[in-house]
């Protein structure tokens, strides 16, 4: 048992507050990375602190949809399987988990669960069949159920067993540990922490980790730090002994830890102390969970309306064993339908259907136990951008304790977040992810609310919530979106387009090229996404991209604080747009954007981070000296992007510049006015058509639409969605970060080379000189379509050699290209796989689909050019060819027609009156080709239908 610290110490390195699962886990990584001077303080008593980990039944289902949960889940097993409790006894109980089907709908679920598992590298994942689970599992009633999924390395660990052996070993190397000792609050000075102050004294430290879980958003609004943890309220129950269980009795009054287990938890904890001697289980279907303690069996159920408690009302844990995660117990929600999505079947009629041997049997032990949701329900972790050392890690269970606090502590020490020696991205659970409408009460309540309903729920990844916390935030184009039927989705609080109902009459116009979607690929999408895409391609758009983060950086060192953060070389006019990345210490890539030179001393910084946008935002923050002031523009600044064959048509009539290649050329920005309203317009398109971002103070956006919609008019301009731009960008190979780019991967494994300049310096600059050295190249990227034109799948699905049985990766991004004619994946393979032509497999919704390796992009600018015998001409075509070569050139009456087909580069054009001379360089080759063909026709003009491989957004 652990020996904890009476005294005080005046100071220390790194102070973790809260000794729970959490606060235990991350001492315990600190010491094992080589800190000695850590110190652990929580207001309760320890092990057995009296907060989430000393009630929580610790059961452990390592599978789910996020990749980052899955990996903690895993890695926390292996660690709890190699902590010995003060009994001798391993920590963990691997028992194997089932989580059971009631319904089609849930059996379709567990197949994702296989998925997922083989997606993350979770072992063995099997689908059985009701007798199977009844062979692990004989209390289950077999009738009641369709099926199962089974993981055999789930199981369960005690989290005050688990916390004291965590202790005991972080104290053999130095940490201390003080019990009764309750945070008031964090002093800051020059920027970063200084002080934490308690109700026992101060301690001076350098660094300070904020584990108080469901205690965490007091202490955040103490120090003006945003963090939106909801503490909600779910049932567990111990029945009485059962007579089936009756030879599994198990006395464990004299366990090591049990008076002190008890002191907190009173006689419970004769049960809560005892490990599960068979496979956990999950009814999902009825929200519920199950474990057996000796001859009883544990009960939990989420099957309840949610309970949020006010966080001023939690109270602390005391020494007289009072317990702030703990309130009474409500039969009501027991006993009858309470939650809003299973209004049909109370929880303990569920309980008694599937588990016949509980029927009837008292309930000796019940209690409504707290956890901490957060609005995304991913853990709260990471450097917090406001100060200096301050760390947090919040919102994250037992499960997932042991991976995030290896994680955390990994960032604290060497600066990248780790995971089993590998670099891991944490964007969609930092701290930092945030907006400020997050941080109030009344957002937090409700989302935290709605994330406890649906946790047990069959849940759409594109899912969005619809009652609660909508139009928070509107861009300027919001009411005139509302007029065109935009369907609106919440992105970062933001009421985005997904489509546009107004442009449904242009799915019969396309719909020989938009294939239909009838399974759960075809949730939350509409063939109006594939008709805006293709009429971008074909047309014009106007796309609201209001919503995309936006920084501007000022001052004299402005300069040369971009080039020691940007990978690419920074030193460019004003007027000029450079796309660049910034990676962190290990090389992984942080961030891309553009920066555009605005004036001498000021830039502006574009990313598309979208819901993790702000990380973007925070990591520019954190870095920028005392001559450099970082403002956050987004909000301030409406944009939008023109794009299509004929955005410069459209443009041309309202703009006052000139829009040609000469006067504006590609990424490069100038300020004017479109009608009467100013603009900064910026020549690129993350749609990959020729197109202008128009940027515009917030309170000019409407005007600013509505002007470039109607001087669209005459040429059919329409609005897009979200939907459309993905499966515009994915086919023309533009990354997404947060989805097939983040930190796990450097610029040389994510085909990004051409945005590094490795003349210059920026952080992580010897881990990328490394890897473009040939070193650190254990994946590359690679662009696959599915070999079916007709068939789409979702993100986050094993991919698979041809054949094989391993996965080889999973699948980042994927979307439908409707130019490319077909499913367009993005996944990261060793590298003598990701190569063009290699032949895979990916796994979605139970069937394995061909998929082949292509070179990137799938789609090139094309256009039939027309020679009118002094310039050339760019003319609409409908031919959409998915690969770039020469297709035909062809004149009338006398050209022959030119057989070779290469892909290429085109440079540049030369042209006369008597000849054009084409200059290609076929790809993968050094020496450039000239191509010249004889004008001389007594026909007319000459047609030459070509399509290019420019990278470039123009199509002329």
Same mark, same amino acid.
């Given at each position: ?63 789910? /949809?996020?990749? %980052? @949960?899955?990996?903690?889940? =895993?890695?926390?097993?292996? !660690? ?6 003060? #009994? *001798? ?42 007798? /199977?689970?009844? %062979? @692990?599992?004989?209390?289950? =009633?077999?009738?009641?159920? !369709? ?6 390395? #789930? *199981? ?42 308690? /109700? ?20 955040? #609004? ?735």
């Amino acid at each position: 048992m652990m020996n904890a610290s009476d005294s005080l110490p005046d100071a220390a390195g790194t102070v973790v507050i809260g000794a729970g699962i959490v606060g235990c886990n991350v001492a315990y990584q600190l010491t094992q990375l080589g800190r000695e001077d850590v110190v652990v303080v929580d207001q309760g008593p320890m092990p057995t602190t009296g907060g989430s980990s000393s009630h929580a039944p610790g059961i452990m289902f390592q599978t789910a /949809e996020s990749k %980052e @949960l899955s990996q903690f889940a =895993d890695y926390s097993r292996e !660690l709890y399987t190699e902590l010995e409790g003060a #009994d *001798g006894r391993q920590a963990y109980y691997e028992t194997g988990g089932i989580e059971v089907a009631r319904s089609e709908e849930r059996m379709a679920f567990l197949q994702r669960r296989v998925e997922h598992a083989e997606a993350w590298g979770i072992e063995d994942p099997q689908i059985l069949s009701p007798s /199977e689970v009844t %062979e @692990l599992l004989p209390e289950v =009633d077999a009738e009641q159920i !369709l099926g199962g999924y089974y993981s055999p390395t #789930d *199981g369960q660990v005690s989290g005050v067993i688990a916390c004291d052996a965590l202790a005991r070993e972080a104290m053999d190397e130095g940490a201390t540990f003080v019990p009764h000792t309750r945070t008031s609050d964090i002093d800051m000075a020059d920027g970063g922490v200084d002080t934490v102050v308690t /109700e026992r004294g101060t301690i001076q430290c350098d660094e300070v980790v904020i584990a108080t879980n469901i205690w965490a958003r007091q202490l955040g #609004d103490q120090i003006g730090v945003n963090l939106p943890v909801t503490p909600v309220e779910h049932q567990y129950t111990m029945t009485e002994s059962l007579e089936a269980l009756a030879d599994n009795a198990v006395d464990v009054t004299d366990h090591p830890l049990f008076e002190n287990y008890e002191n907190v938890s009173g006689e419970k904890a004769k049960r809560l102390l005892i490990g599960p001697d068979r496979p956990i289980l999950r009814d999902q279907d009825n929200a519920m969970y199950f474990r057996t303690h000796g001859d009883s069996y544990g009960i939990g159920s989420y099957n309840h309306e949610p309970v949020v408690p006010d966080p001023d009302d939690l109270g602390g844990n005391d020494a007289d064993g009072e317990q702030g995660s703990v309130h009474e117990f409500n039969e009501r929600h027991m006993y009858s339908a309470t939650h809003p999505d299973r209004p049909h079947k109370p929880p303990r009629q569920a309980s008694d259907e599937l588990l016949p041997a509980t029927e009837g049997a008292d309930l000796e032990f019940k209690y409504n136990g707290m956890f901490a949701e957060s609005p995304n329900g991913r853990p709260i972790m990471g450097p917090v951008q406001e100060y200096e050392g301050l760390w947090t890690a919040a919102a994250i269970w037992v499960t997932h304790a042991g991976g995030a606090g290896r994680a955390l502590a990994e960032w604290m020490v060497n600066g990248v977040p780790r995971l089993n020696d590998k670099p891991m991205d944490l964007a969609h659970c930092s701290v930092n992810r945030f907006d400020e409408h997050e941080g109030s009460w009344d957002f937090t309540r409700d989302i935290g609310a709605e994330e406890y309903r649906i946790v047990y729920n069959v849940m759409h990844p594109k899912w969005v919530w619809t009652d609660k916390q909508r139009d928070i935030r509107k861009t300027p184009m919001y009411h005139a979106h509302k007029e065109l039927d935009a369907e609106l989705w919440a992105e970062a609080g933001w009421e985005e387009p997904q489509w546009f109902e107004s442009n449904a009459d242009l799915v019969s116009r396309y719909e020989d090229q938009i294939p239909a979607r009838d399974g759960w690929e075809g949730e939350y999408w509409s063939p109006i996404e594939g008709a805006e895409a293709l009429h971008v391609r074909d047309a014009v758009g106007l796309h609201d991209m209001t919503s995309f983060n936006k920084v501007e950086v000022v001052g004299t060192g402005a300069g040369e604080f971009l080039q020691q953060l940007c990978t690419n070389d920074i030193d460019m006019g004003v007027g000029e747009i450079r796309y660049t990345l910034m990676c962190n210490e290990g090389g992984g890539v942080r961030a891309d954007l553009t920066v555009t030179r605005t004036d001498e001393n000021r830039y502006l910084l574009l990313t598309t981070g979208r819901e993790v946008g702000n990380n973007h935002v925070a990591w520019v923050n954190q870095h920028a000296p005392a001559d450099v002031v970082v403002n956050d523009v987004t909000s301030n600044m409406a944009a939008m992007v023109c794009t299509g064959p004929d955005a410069r048509k459209v443009l041309s009539d309202v703009i006052d510049t000139d829009l040609s290649d000469e006067a504006f050329p590609f990424y490069t920005t100038e300020e004017t006015y479109v009608n009467n309203v100013p603009v900064r317009a910026m020549r690129l398109s993350f749609a990959g058509e020729l197109g202008w971002e128009l940027y515009t103070p917030s309170e000019y956006g409407e005007t600013l639409w509505n002007h470039v919609l109607e001087a669209g008019e005459e040429y059919d301009i329409r609005p897009y969605g979200s939907g459309a731009l993905d499966a515009l960008r994915i086919e023309k190979g533009f990354r997404l970060w947060g989805a097939d780019l983040h930190t796990e991967h450097n610029p040389y494994e994510a085909g990004l080379e051409f945005a590094v300049d490795l003349e210059t310096d920026f952080i992580g600059k010897n881990a990328v000189a490394s890897a473009a050295a040939g070193d650190n190249i254990n994946h590359e990227v690679a662009a696959v379509t599915l070999d079916d034109a007709d068939e789409s799948i979702l993100p986050h699905r094993p991919v698979y050699a041809e054949g094989d049985d391993d996965a080889l990766g999973y699948v980042h991004s994927a979307e439908y290209g409707y130019t490319a004619e077909a499913c367009v994946a993005y996944t990261y393979l060793p590298p003598e796989k990701a190569v063009a032509g290699t032949k895979l497999e990916v796994l979605f919704e139970g069937d394995r689909y061909s998929a082949t390796v292509r070179e990137e992009p799938l789609v090139w600018h094309h256009r039939r050019v027309l020679f009118d015998g002094s310039r050339l001409i760019a003319a609409p075509t409908q031919t959409n060819l998915p690969t770039a070569h020469v297709h035909e050139t062809t004149v009338r009456g006398q050209w022959p027609r030119l057989q070779k087909y290469c892909i290429f580069d085109i440079l540049c054009f030369h042209h006369t009156l008597e000849r054009v001379e084409i200059v290609t360089r076929p790809r993968h080759e050094s020496e450039p080709l000239k191509r010249s063909f004889s004008t001389h026709s007594s026909a007319g003009p000459v047609h030459l239908y070509l399509q290019f491989g420019l990278v470039s957004d123009s199509n002329e």
